[in-house]
């Protein structure tokens, strides 16, 4: 991690009018610059850079921040590669981290890796546009799909001649390991010969070829389309260290800047599509690389814009994929983004639209797209007949894992009311049956990308429930992960002072059907060691008779007892300061702190965007993301009190999950004092949670 320290000074050193500057074109205005927005197309400049408070603000589309996210935002880099081109602009060493010689010397070595076989694409890509300059059949392949020399150009479109070693022509070795490694020479596996003997031949002959570059504009990989009739009609490259088709979008590099002036992305299918679409105006069209739309790539395109057209064929293969769109945008779905879906009739894909029938009829036609909430709602009730209260009962059942992936937030909220009119039923009625669930992940998805995927459990969390024949009591009421019930080696449960009701449930539950004598419902939290005596006092003896001569010397006295931060002030505490915890939460954690009650679940989901577009940062970054987003008062007052430079603790790791295990007990004596104040409590249920409370206090 780069200290934070170095992260102030770096900014203090830059002038973020020069490093804005070399992109924008700006003008001096009072004691302000302004220019063009590099973000949205604009007219007028309402971009503006303050050399006093080094940042920068866009008054039209509200993007803002310092130096390092201007990089972020504008290159599409993440935190560390900003930090370091910002760095080498300002002549400074950026500090080593934390990690070991060996950690670090195997990230160069991979780095280095990596910049040779983008290396080797790159040049594998100046031969294809060479050979396609001298091939008349490709040429005119390419402008009997209307395209011309320049928009050619733009995309770096090539050609791969019709034999078996053209690549041959291009690099002095044709044995050379890394064209195999990366998928540009195919290597014969037949064991019973040696590599030197095994044929190689080229993996691309005789098609128009288009590279594939991430978002720095490296070549990455490359798709080749046959110019006659042949099988595969489209051939991607392999995966390798460099090229992964679930996490890039064709065409990602070149719309960037069409994105930021249009407003918005448009997802297709093929590679022509975006091309042809980019030949009529329509710059900001990417495309998936012959596999389904990811949750990756979702989460990358709202790394450039807050809005998202998907566009499909209306047959049934093109809803079928917009079914899979929609479940894999869903977890990134708010009020404050805008994601629609646009079916073009069957007979057409988006390169024959528009070539057909004009730029201004596609753009009619994005116009008209479908927002999110009624392809939901279109997609659950689809063969389902709503007049039958069996069509609706299947209905919800289908709706309900969609619904679930959804953030919590208003979007959520309303499509619970809108599916509770449509299936005829009352808003509360659905809520509660909802409610308490845990939401199953929807169909398909996949591991969020901001962080790894959560390791196995190590071991099954207890059973927690009484034998029963009905069924649906043999499970636990609440999905804990096994983590839960781990040992936190040095440190306690007991070592962080929490009140049983802290996370606001109930004190322990009675059994239902059992009064509490008077004062029960008074329990107040008292430090360890202490004892509040009938007198109202802290005092120790016998019969009342205490020492009160200690008692005066206590400044103390008879002020009231200052309660321990509740559990979940702490876990946001902990995750402002220590960013790095993000990385062990898994689902059903990241679950339980989304559900935190008001300003908590709502600074919640704030850090978590952040994160996910811009990694585990210091405290010192984090810091100015909060004071820009005008959060930093609503963070001090979630995290129970002043927010400054955390000191080093070995320890963070293990008390995060003892809070962490405070928030589950918290969550279970809530639904269980719930159950014991019910007219008809179900015993079996309220026996099951206890179980599960006593276990996870005991673990």
């Given at each position: 991690?780069?200290?934070?320290g170095?992260i ?15 992109h ?21 400049p309402?971009f ?14 509200g993007?803002h921040?310092?130096?390092v ?5 504008h290159?599409?880099?993440?935190f560390i ?7 080498q ?12 010689p ?5 990230e ?14 790159a ?7 060479q050979?396609?300059k001298g ?8 402008k009997?799909?209307?395209l011309?020399g ?17 690549l041959?022509?291009?690099f002095?070795s044709?044995?050379?390991p ?6 540009m ?7 019973g010969?040696?590599?030197a003997?095994?044929?190689r031949?080229d993996?691309f002959?005789d098609r128009v070829?288009?590279p ?11 798709g080749g ?18 090229f ?13 800047p ?12 093929g590679y022509m599509?975006?091309?042809a ?15 389904a ?5 979702v ?11 998907f ?5 049934a293969a ?5 079914g ?19 079916f ?10 528009v070539r ?15 927002p999110?909430?009624?392809q939901?709602?279109?997609t ?15 209905m919800?059942?289908v ?11 208003l979007?959520?909220?309303q ?6 009119r449509?299936a ?42 009484a ?6 009591h043999?499970?636990?009421?609440f999905?804990i ?7 936190e ?5 007991d070592?962080?002072?929490i009140?049983?009701?802290?996370y ?5 539950p ?8 008077q ?8 430090p ?13 003896g ?5 020492d009160w ?10 002020m009231?007892?200052?309660?321990p931060?509740?559990?979940m002030?702490?876990a946001v505490r902990?995750l ?8 062990q ?12 009650p008001?300003?908590?679940?709502q600074?919640?989901?704030?850090l978590?965007r ?7 940062a ?29 000191p080093p603790?070995?320890?963070v ?12 007990v ?16 179900d015993?079996?249920?309220?026996q ?12």
């Amino acid at each position: 991690m780069i200290p934070p320290g170095f992260i102030q000074d770096l900014l203090a050193r830059v002038d973020i009018v020069d490093i804005v500057g070399r992109h924008v074109d700006l003008k001096k205005a009072g004691i302000n610059h302004k220019g063009l927005c590099p973000f949205h197309g604009e007219k007028s400049p309402s971009f503006t850079v303050s050399p006093s408070r080094q940042t920068y603000h866009c008054f039209g589309c509200g993007q803002h921040g310092n130096a390092v996210g201007f990089l972020m935002e504008h290159l599409g880099i993440g935190f560390i590669d900003a930090v370091k081109d910002l760095a080498q602009q300002a002549g400074m060493q950026v500090p080593e981290d934390d990690r070991s010689p060996q950690d670090r010397e195997r990230e160069k070595a991979q780095k280095q890796r990596q910049a040779t076989l983008t290396e080797v694409l790159a040049k594998a890509g100046q031969h294809y546009r060479q050979q396609l300059k001298g091939n008349p059949r490709a040429i005119e392949y390419l402008k009997g799909r209307g395209l011309t020399g320049q928009i050619a150009l733009q995309f770096g479109l090539g050609y791969a001649p019709d034999g078996w070693r053209s690549l041959a022509n291009a690099f002095p070795s044709y044995d050379d390991p890394l064209l195999v490694e990366t998928g540009m020479v195919i290597l014969q596996d037949d064991p019973g010969k040696s590599e030197a003997e095994q044929r190689r031949y080229d993996r691309f002959r005789d098609r128009v070829m288009f590279p594939i570059r991430n978002v720095l504009g490296e070549v990455i990989g490359f798709g080749g389309r046959v110019l006659d009739k042949g099988e595969p009609k489209y051939l991607n490259s392999p995966e390798t260290p460099v090229f992964h088709k679930g996490r890039e979008l064709y065409g990602l590099y070149e719309a960037r800047p069409q994105m930021r002036r249009r407003g918005y992305a448009l997802v297709v299918e093929g590679y022509m599509d975006v091309v042809a679409l980019a030949q009529h105006g329509f710059g900001n069209a990417v495309a998936t690389l012959g596999t389904a739309c990811t949750a990756e790539h979702v989460q990358k395109l709202f790394r450039f814009t807050e809005s998202v057209v998907f566009s499909f064929d209306g047959d049934a293969a093109g809803r079928r994929a917009a079914g899979r769109a929609l479940e894999a945008a869903l977890p990134h779905a708010n009020e404050t983004r805008t994601i629609k879906f646009l079916f073009l009739p069957t007979e057409h894909d988006p390169d024959s639209y528009v070539r057909e029938l004009g730029a201004d009829a596609f753009e009619r036609c994005v116009e008209g797209a479908v927002p999110l909430s009624r392809q939901l709602m279109e997609t659950a009730a689809d063969g389902c007949d709503l007049g039958t209260p069996e069509g609706r009962a299947k209905m919800l059942s289908v709706a309900k894992p969609l619904w679930a992936a959804l953030p919590d937030g208003l979007l959520k909220r309303q499509l619970l009311g809108e599916l509770a009119r449509r299936a005829q039923l009352p808003d509360a009625e659905l809520q509660v049956l909802w409610a308490n669930a845990q939401p199953p992940a929807a169909p398909g998805s996949r591991p969020r990308a901001d962080r790894p995927a959560p390791a196995p459990a190590p071991r099954a969390a207890p059973r927690t429930s009484a034998p029963s024949s009905d069924g649906p009591h043999d499970e636990p009421y609440f999905d804990i992960p096994a983590s839960a019930y781990g040992d936190e080696a040095h440190v306690g449960a007991d070592d962080i002072h929490i009140p049983p009701d802290a996370y606001g449930a109930a004190p322990s539950p009675q059994p239902p059907g059992q009064g509490q004598s008077q004062g029960q419902g008074e329990r107040k939290w008292v430090p360890k060691g202490e004892y509040k005596g009938k007198g109202g006092g802290n005092w120790s003896g016998k019969g009342g008779k205490g020492d009160w001569r200690k008692r005066d010397q206590d400044p103390t006295i008879g002020m009231p007892l200052e309660l321990p931060p509740a559990p979940m002030n702490l876990a946001v505490r902990m995750l402002v300061l220590h960013s790095e915890l993000w990385q062990q939460i898994g689902e059903q954690d990241l679950q339980l702190l989304h559900e935190l009650p008001g300003e908590h679940g709502q600074l919640i989901a704030w850090l978590e965007r952040s994160l996910v577009d811009n990694g585990p940062a210091p405290w010192a970054v984090l810091q100015i993301a909060l004071q820009e987003a005008d959060l930093m008062d609503l963070a001090q007052r979630v995290s129970g009190g002043p927010l400054t430079a955390p000191p080093p603790d070995e320890h963070v790791e293990v008390e995060f999950r003892v809070v962490m295990r405070k928030l589950w007990v918290g969550k279970l004596r809530a639904e269980a004092d719930r159950i014991a104040r019910s007219p008809q409590p179900d015993m079996v249920r309220f026996q099951a949670l206890l179980r599960q409370i006593r276990d996870l206090e005991a673990a």
